[in-house]
């Protein structure tokens, strides 16, 4: 019950905030358009916000990606292993090996995250508040690879394919 509600949670998140930064991105972009053209006046602060916000977006949706088994996957040389067992260990390696370097990748931004004490140029925000949703996003990629890791490695897609 509890994990159920966790995930939930956390789909939420996903959603919301892939959803609502892509939003976001688009309105400050119409917006920027529109004052340069129209009123001949620029926002400074728009386009770090931009920046922030499409890593934002890419971290958040590729969770949300993998919940959804959006994302991109090769099968065509597992599925042509006549060995059901050889289709399931290469799986299980190609998930082991992509959990791994998620955990790499989020020890390593957590690491980037802590060191970004210097100021924006233009909104002189810590840099680190910027970079937070990198490890976030990993974080959630590892949480959605490990909910779906035993269904991933046994589910055969030979018989799809043929």
Same mark, same amino acid.
């Given at each position: 019950?509890?994990?159920?509600?966790?995930?939930?949670?956390?789909?939420?998140?996903?959603?919301?905030?892939?959803?609502?930064?892509?939003?976001?991105?688009?309105?400050?972009? $119409?917006?920027? /358009? *529109?004052?340069?053209? =129209?009123?001949?006046?620029?926002? !400074?602060?728009?386009?770090?916000?931009?920046?922030? @916000?499409?890593?934002?977006?890419?971290?958040?949706?590729?969770?949300?990606?993998?919940?959804?088994?959006?994302?991109?996957?090769?099968?065509?040389?597992?599925?042509?292993?006549?060995?059901?067992?050889?289709?399931?260990?290469?799986?299980?390696?190609?998930?082991?090996?992509?959990? $791994?370097?998620? /955990? *790499?990748?989020?020890? =390593?931004?957590?690491?980037?995250? !802590?060191?970004?004490?210097?100021?924006?140029?233009? @909104?002189?925000?810590?840099?680190?508040?910027?970079?937070?949703?990198?490890?976030?996003?990993?974080?959630?990629?590892?949480?959605?690879?490990?909910?779906?890791?035993?269904?991933?490695?046994?589910?055969?897609?030979?018989?799809?394919?043929?």
């Amino acid at each position: 019950m509890f994990f159920k509600k966790l995930d939930k949670a956390i789909s939420w998140i996903e959603d919301i905030v892939s959803g609502s930064c892509l939003a976001a991105i688009v309105v400050i972009a $119409a917006v920027c /358009v *529109f004052g340069r053209y =129209i009123f001949h006046i620029g926002f !400074l602060w728009a386009d770090e916000v931009n920046q922030t @916000l499409l890593v934002a977006v890419g971290m958040f949706g590729s969770a949300r990606a993998i919940r959804s088994n959006g994302h991109a996957e090769f099968t065509s040389f597992i599925s042509n292993q006549k060995s059901r067992t050889a289709r399931i260990a290469m799986r299980a390696l190609i998930n082991i090996l992509t959990v $791994a370097l998620l /955990v *790499f990748m989020f020890v =390593i931004s957590v690491q980037f995250t !802590l060191g970004g004490t210097m100021k924006s140029t233009v @909104l002189r925000v810590p840099r680190m508040y910027f970079y937070m949703s990198i490890p976030m996003g990993f974080g959630f990629c590892i949480y959605e690879y490990l909910k779906t890791f035993k269904k991933k490695i046994l589910t055969d897609t030979r018989s799809e394919n043929e």
